[in-house]
Structures are given as C-alpha cells and as structure tokens.
C-alpha cells in the first residue's frame, strides 16, 4: 500500500513535500493496522502454533507493542493532516476502517468491505494531496475490485487456521477454491476498468495487457492448488503496474 500510494502520488505529479508526507502518512498507518492485528489476535495466533508472531511466542511484550501503535498513530495523524484537511481526513478514515477489520469486520461476511473502501478510496487520497482534486471515477473502480481480489488472495493461505479460531469472513465462507475463483474475476475486472476507464482509444499495449491477465486467469482456473494462487497474484501484479502507468 505505502508504495502503491507513493507510485501513485509521483505519477500525479505531486512535490517531493507532498510524496515524502504520502509516504510517511501511507506507511506509519500500516503500521498501526498490522501491529493492532498482530495485538487484537495475539491469543488466536498462539492457537495456531504462529512461531512467525513474536507477541504469539512471547519475545514481545503487548506494553511495547501498544507504545509502538500510538507512535504510529500519532506519526499517521501529523503526515496526513499536512497533506491538507480533505486527504488527511479521508485517510484517518481509511486507517480506521482498518482497525475496525482488525476488530470486528474479518469476522464477518463484510470481511471485503476495507479492502474495497481503502483499495478504491487511496487514489483519491493521493489525488487530492496532489492538488488535482478527485481522481476520474474509474481509478477508484479498479483499485475496489483490486483491494477485494487482494483480501480474498490473503485469506485463502490461512483459511484452516482462522477457521480453527473462529474468523468467518467472506473468504471462509466461500472456500478456497470458489476465493481463488471470484478474486481472479475481480482482478479481470479490474484489468478491464483500469484500460477501458480512461477516455481514450485503446492500443497495442492495452490489448496485450488484457491478453496476459485473460490468459493467466485461464491458465488458474485450469490449474490445482498453487498455480491458481499465483495466477491469481500475477493477475494482481499486472492491473497495479498498468494502474500506474495509466495514472
């Protein structure tokens, strides 16, 4: 995400200034949303024998962790609020649909909804900090479908784990196989929006870059267990690098 908002905040042509506070604002709110999770499902990932989580294990104390979360938050909050009131406080929102992921929503059949308001909602943050106002209707369109294919992608390698302690998102609910399935047809979809949505005739490169995700999608569905999966993340790579270079 903090490279995607910097990518995208260079392609706007916004100030050093303003990439540098992107970055920053992009990259602490991350941080806070990823330390909370780690801190809210510190108790589940102990469940799942989670030796890759150190509050899991026990090497981190949640005091420090909690410290290190404010900071963030406070770090967030300056770097957004100097992008200008518009942006700064639709990303404090973003950042608090995160938490309320982290809290509450993965758990539920709304498991997509951050995923798809964040995804789509970022090129505007981006936009509006670059003084170019709201950004064209379509860059939030393919970012949803993106951020939705994403969530699903995420889920599909921790699906037994979750379901062990009690996580029934989205995801969980449709299965591996239907995940890899309905986030390969959001991630088309998204390929689709990011080079129909600019008002423009479509060329050589739109054409071979619809080839290549129609045929990565072909080449998952055809595919069992991890060809599926990293067809599906190839599909993602392709629409993020062809929603910059449409930017």
């Keep these: 995400m903090t490279t995607l908002a910097v990518l995208l905040a260079v392609a706007m042509e916004a100030t050093p200034a303003t990439v540098a506070l992107t970055a920053i604002a992009a990259f602490t709110g991350q941080l806070s949303v990823g330390w909370s999770n780690d801190l809210i499902d510190r108790d589940r990932d102990r469940i799942a024998g989670r030796t890759d989580k150190p509050l899991a294990t026990g090497v981190l104390r949640p005091e420090t962790v909690r410290v290190a979360i404010a900071l963030a938050l406070a770090a967030t909050a300056v770097a957004s609020l100097s992008l200008g009131l518009r942006a700064g406080l639709l990303h404090l929102g973003l950042v608090s649909l995160g938490w309320a992921y982290n809290g509450w929503l993965k758990k539920t059949v709304g498991s997509f909804l951050p995923y798809a308001v964040c995804f789509g909602c970022l090129p505007i943050v981006v936009s509006l900090a670059a003084g170019e106002g709201m950004s064209p209707a379509w860059m939030p369109v393919a970012g949803a479908l993106l951020g939705v294919g994403a969530h699903l992608i995420n ?10 302690t009690g996580v029934q998102g989205l ?5 591996a196989r239907r995940s ?5 047809a959001l991630m088309l979809a998204g390929s689709a929006a990011t080079v129909l ?10 054409g071979l870059t619809l ?8 080449a998952g569905r055809l595919g069992r267990g991890p060809a599926a999966f990293r067809a599906a993340l190839a599909i993602a790579l392709v629409d993020v690098v062809a929603l910059l270079v449409r930017t």
């Design 171 to 175: 995801p969980h609910r449709l299965g």
């Design 180 to 184: 890899l399935d309905l986030a390969t």
């Design 155 to 164: 889920a599909v390698p921790d699906l037994a784990d979750d379901e062990r």
């Design 211 to 218: 080839a290549l995700v129609v045929g990565l999608a072909i």
């Design 197 to 206: 949505g600019p008002d423009r005739r479509i060329d050589v490169a739109d």
